[in-house]
């Protein structure tokens, strides 16, 4: 484990530790003392809290769906259906019987109990789950269309116990009836094998997300042991449960949204070492496999006077190729302002005499940090099409407003093509996905003996 790794499992060990130390004093003093217990008769705050609650969990199932989606791992999944069926359970079996004023009945609440339970046990499995699944978006879908046989389930069930079901309001404020004390210890017993598990995958795979879940699935622990040392005096009783878990959806919420911004800057940090793979692959790769082929025939004994002018050749275009990756990560990370790093890349392009390019960049106008990364890609991709395939001697390059537009656009005096008889080529096609990339528009005209002229539109500012 990196040391870095290691600090932060020991901050979450601290932090569990405190979180154990602080409300597991509190719940104790409340099984201690039965008249220090904060619950209220308010069943309109909480209906309140109950509707916070489900779309708490509802966004975290969303969340986690959208992580599974992106990354296809089992332990997202669980983790969208547990919290799913705690939202659905939520909103089928404690909020809808309640919204005209009736009063909750018990096999209703049974049910909620019960998708509880089940939510519970697939957060915990989840703790423990591995490896990845089929493509993401067909199996959400199916966990999706899944929710409303399983919440149908949970009703029949209790509906069938009937009578067989213990009241969930105590007669007694010191104790709750046998079979509700065992489903609330159930909840508690869950909520600790995740706690568990997932204190465990952060210190083995250091994923934030873990981190998060350990401390949100804490405080549903504490919420669960509340009621089990709290009985339930009325439907629309309020106690210190209830607001635990309501901070315990609000940490998870917080580590799931981080946890899909981390996954979505590293799917653009893969694409960009992809990007830049391809980049050296092409370029510099070519010249430099040019120069260890005319090394090796001086080598060989091949004349100087024949092999040497090559050689410089290849070695000077190698260098222009690595100038030209410099610059284009530079753009790419900010280090280097917009205007100044396409016009060193300009004069880099120009050096060797081939292609003349006028440069016209109006400084009025303002690009977004993600535009101006693709505006230099596309420049870059756009010349260097230019260079390799238009014959051209001359080409502008314009980043400039018109009718209200901000359009960028490379024109060449090259030898043009026919756009229906020829097939674009891959330089062509990633400038269409660039530009796509940041809502633009493209456009391409072209024809023999004319030249080309490609454009770009920007979105709307």
Known sequence: MRQDDRDAFEALLWGEVLLFGLLGAAVALFAAYPGLRPTYHLPELRLVLQTTMMLAGAIVA????????VDRK???LLLASGFSIAAGSTFAFSIVPVLGGQALHRAEAWAGIG?????????????FARGRTRPGRRVVAQAVLSLPLVLVVLWATTESLGAALPPLASQDAHQSPFLLTLALSLQALLNLVSVIGFSLRFRNRGRDLDRWIALGTTLLLFASLNYVVSPLLAYGTVSAGDFLRILAYGVLLVGVWRAIRSSEFGRAVAEERARVAREIHDGLAQYLFAVSTHASMLESGAPQDEVLPHLKEAAAAAQQEARFAVLA?????????????LRRYVEFLTADGRLDVELEIDPAIALAPDEQIEVFRIVQEGLANVRRHAEATSAEVTIAERAGQRIVRIRDDGDGFDETSRRAGQGLKNIRA?????DGGFTLTSWPGWGTELEVVLRAC
């Open 434 to 438: 660039r530009t796509a990339s940041i």
């Open 115 to 127: 998708g509880r339970v089940l939510a519970y046990g697939l957060i915990a499995v989840a703790a």
């Open 329 to 341: 990560l530079s753009s790419a990370s900010g280090t280097a302002p917009f205007d100044a790093a």
């Open 74 to 76: 089992r332990v997202d």
């Open 62 to 69: 969303v969340l986690a769906a959208t992580q599974f989606a």
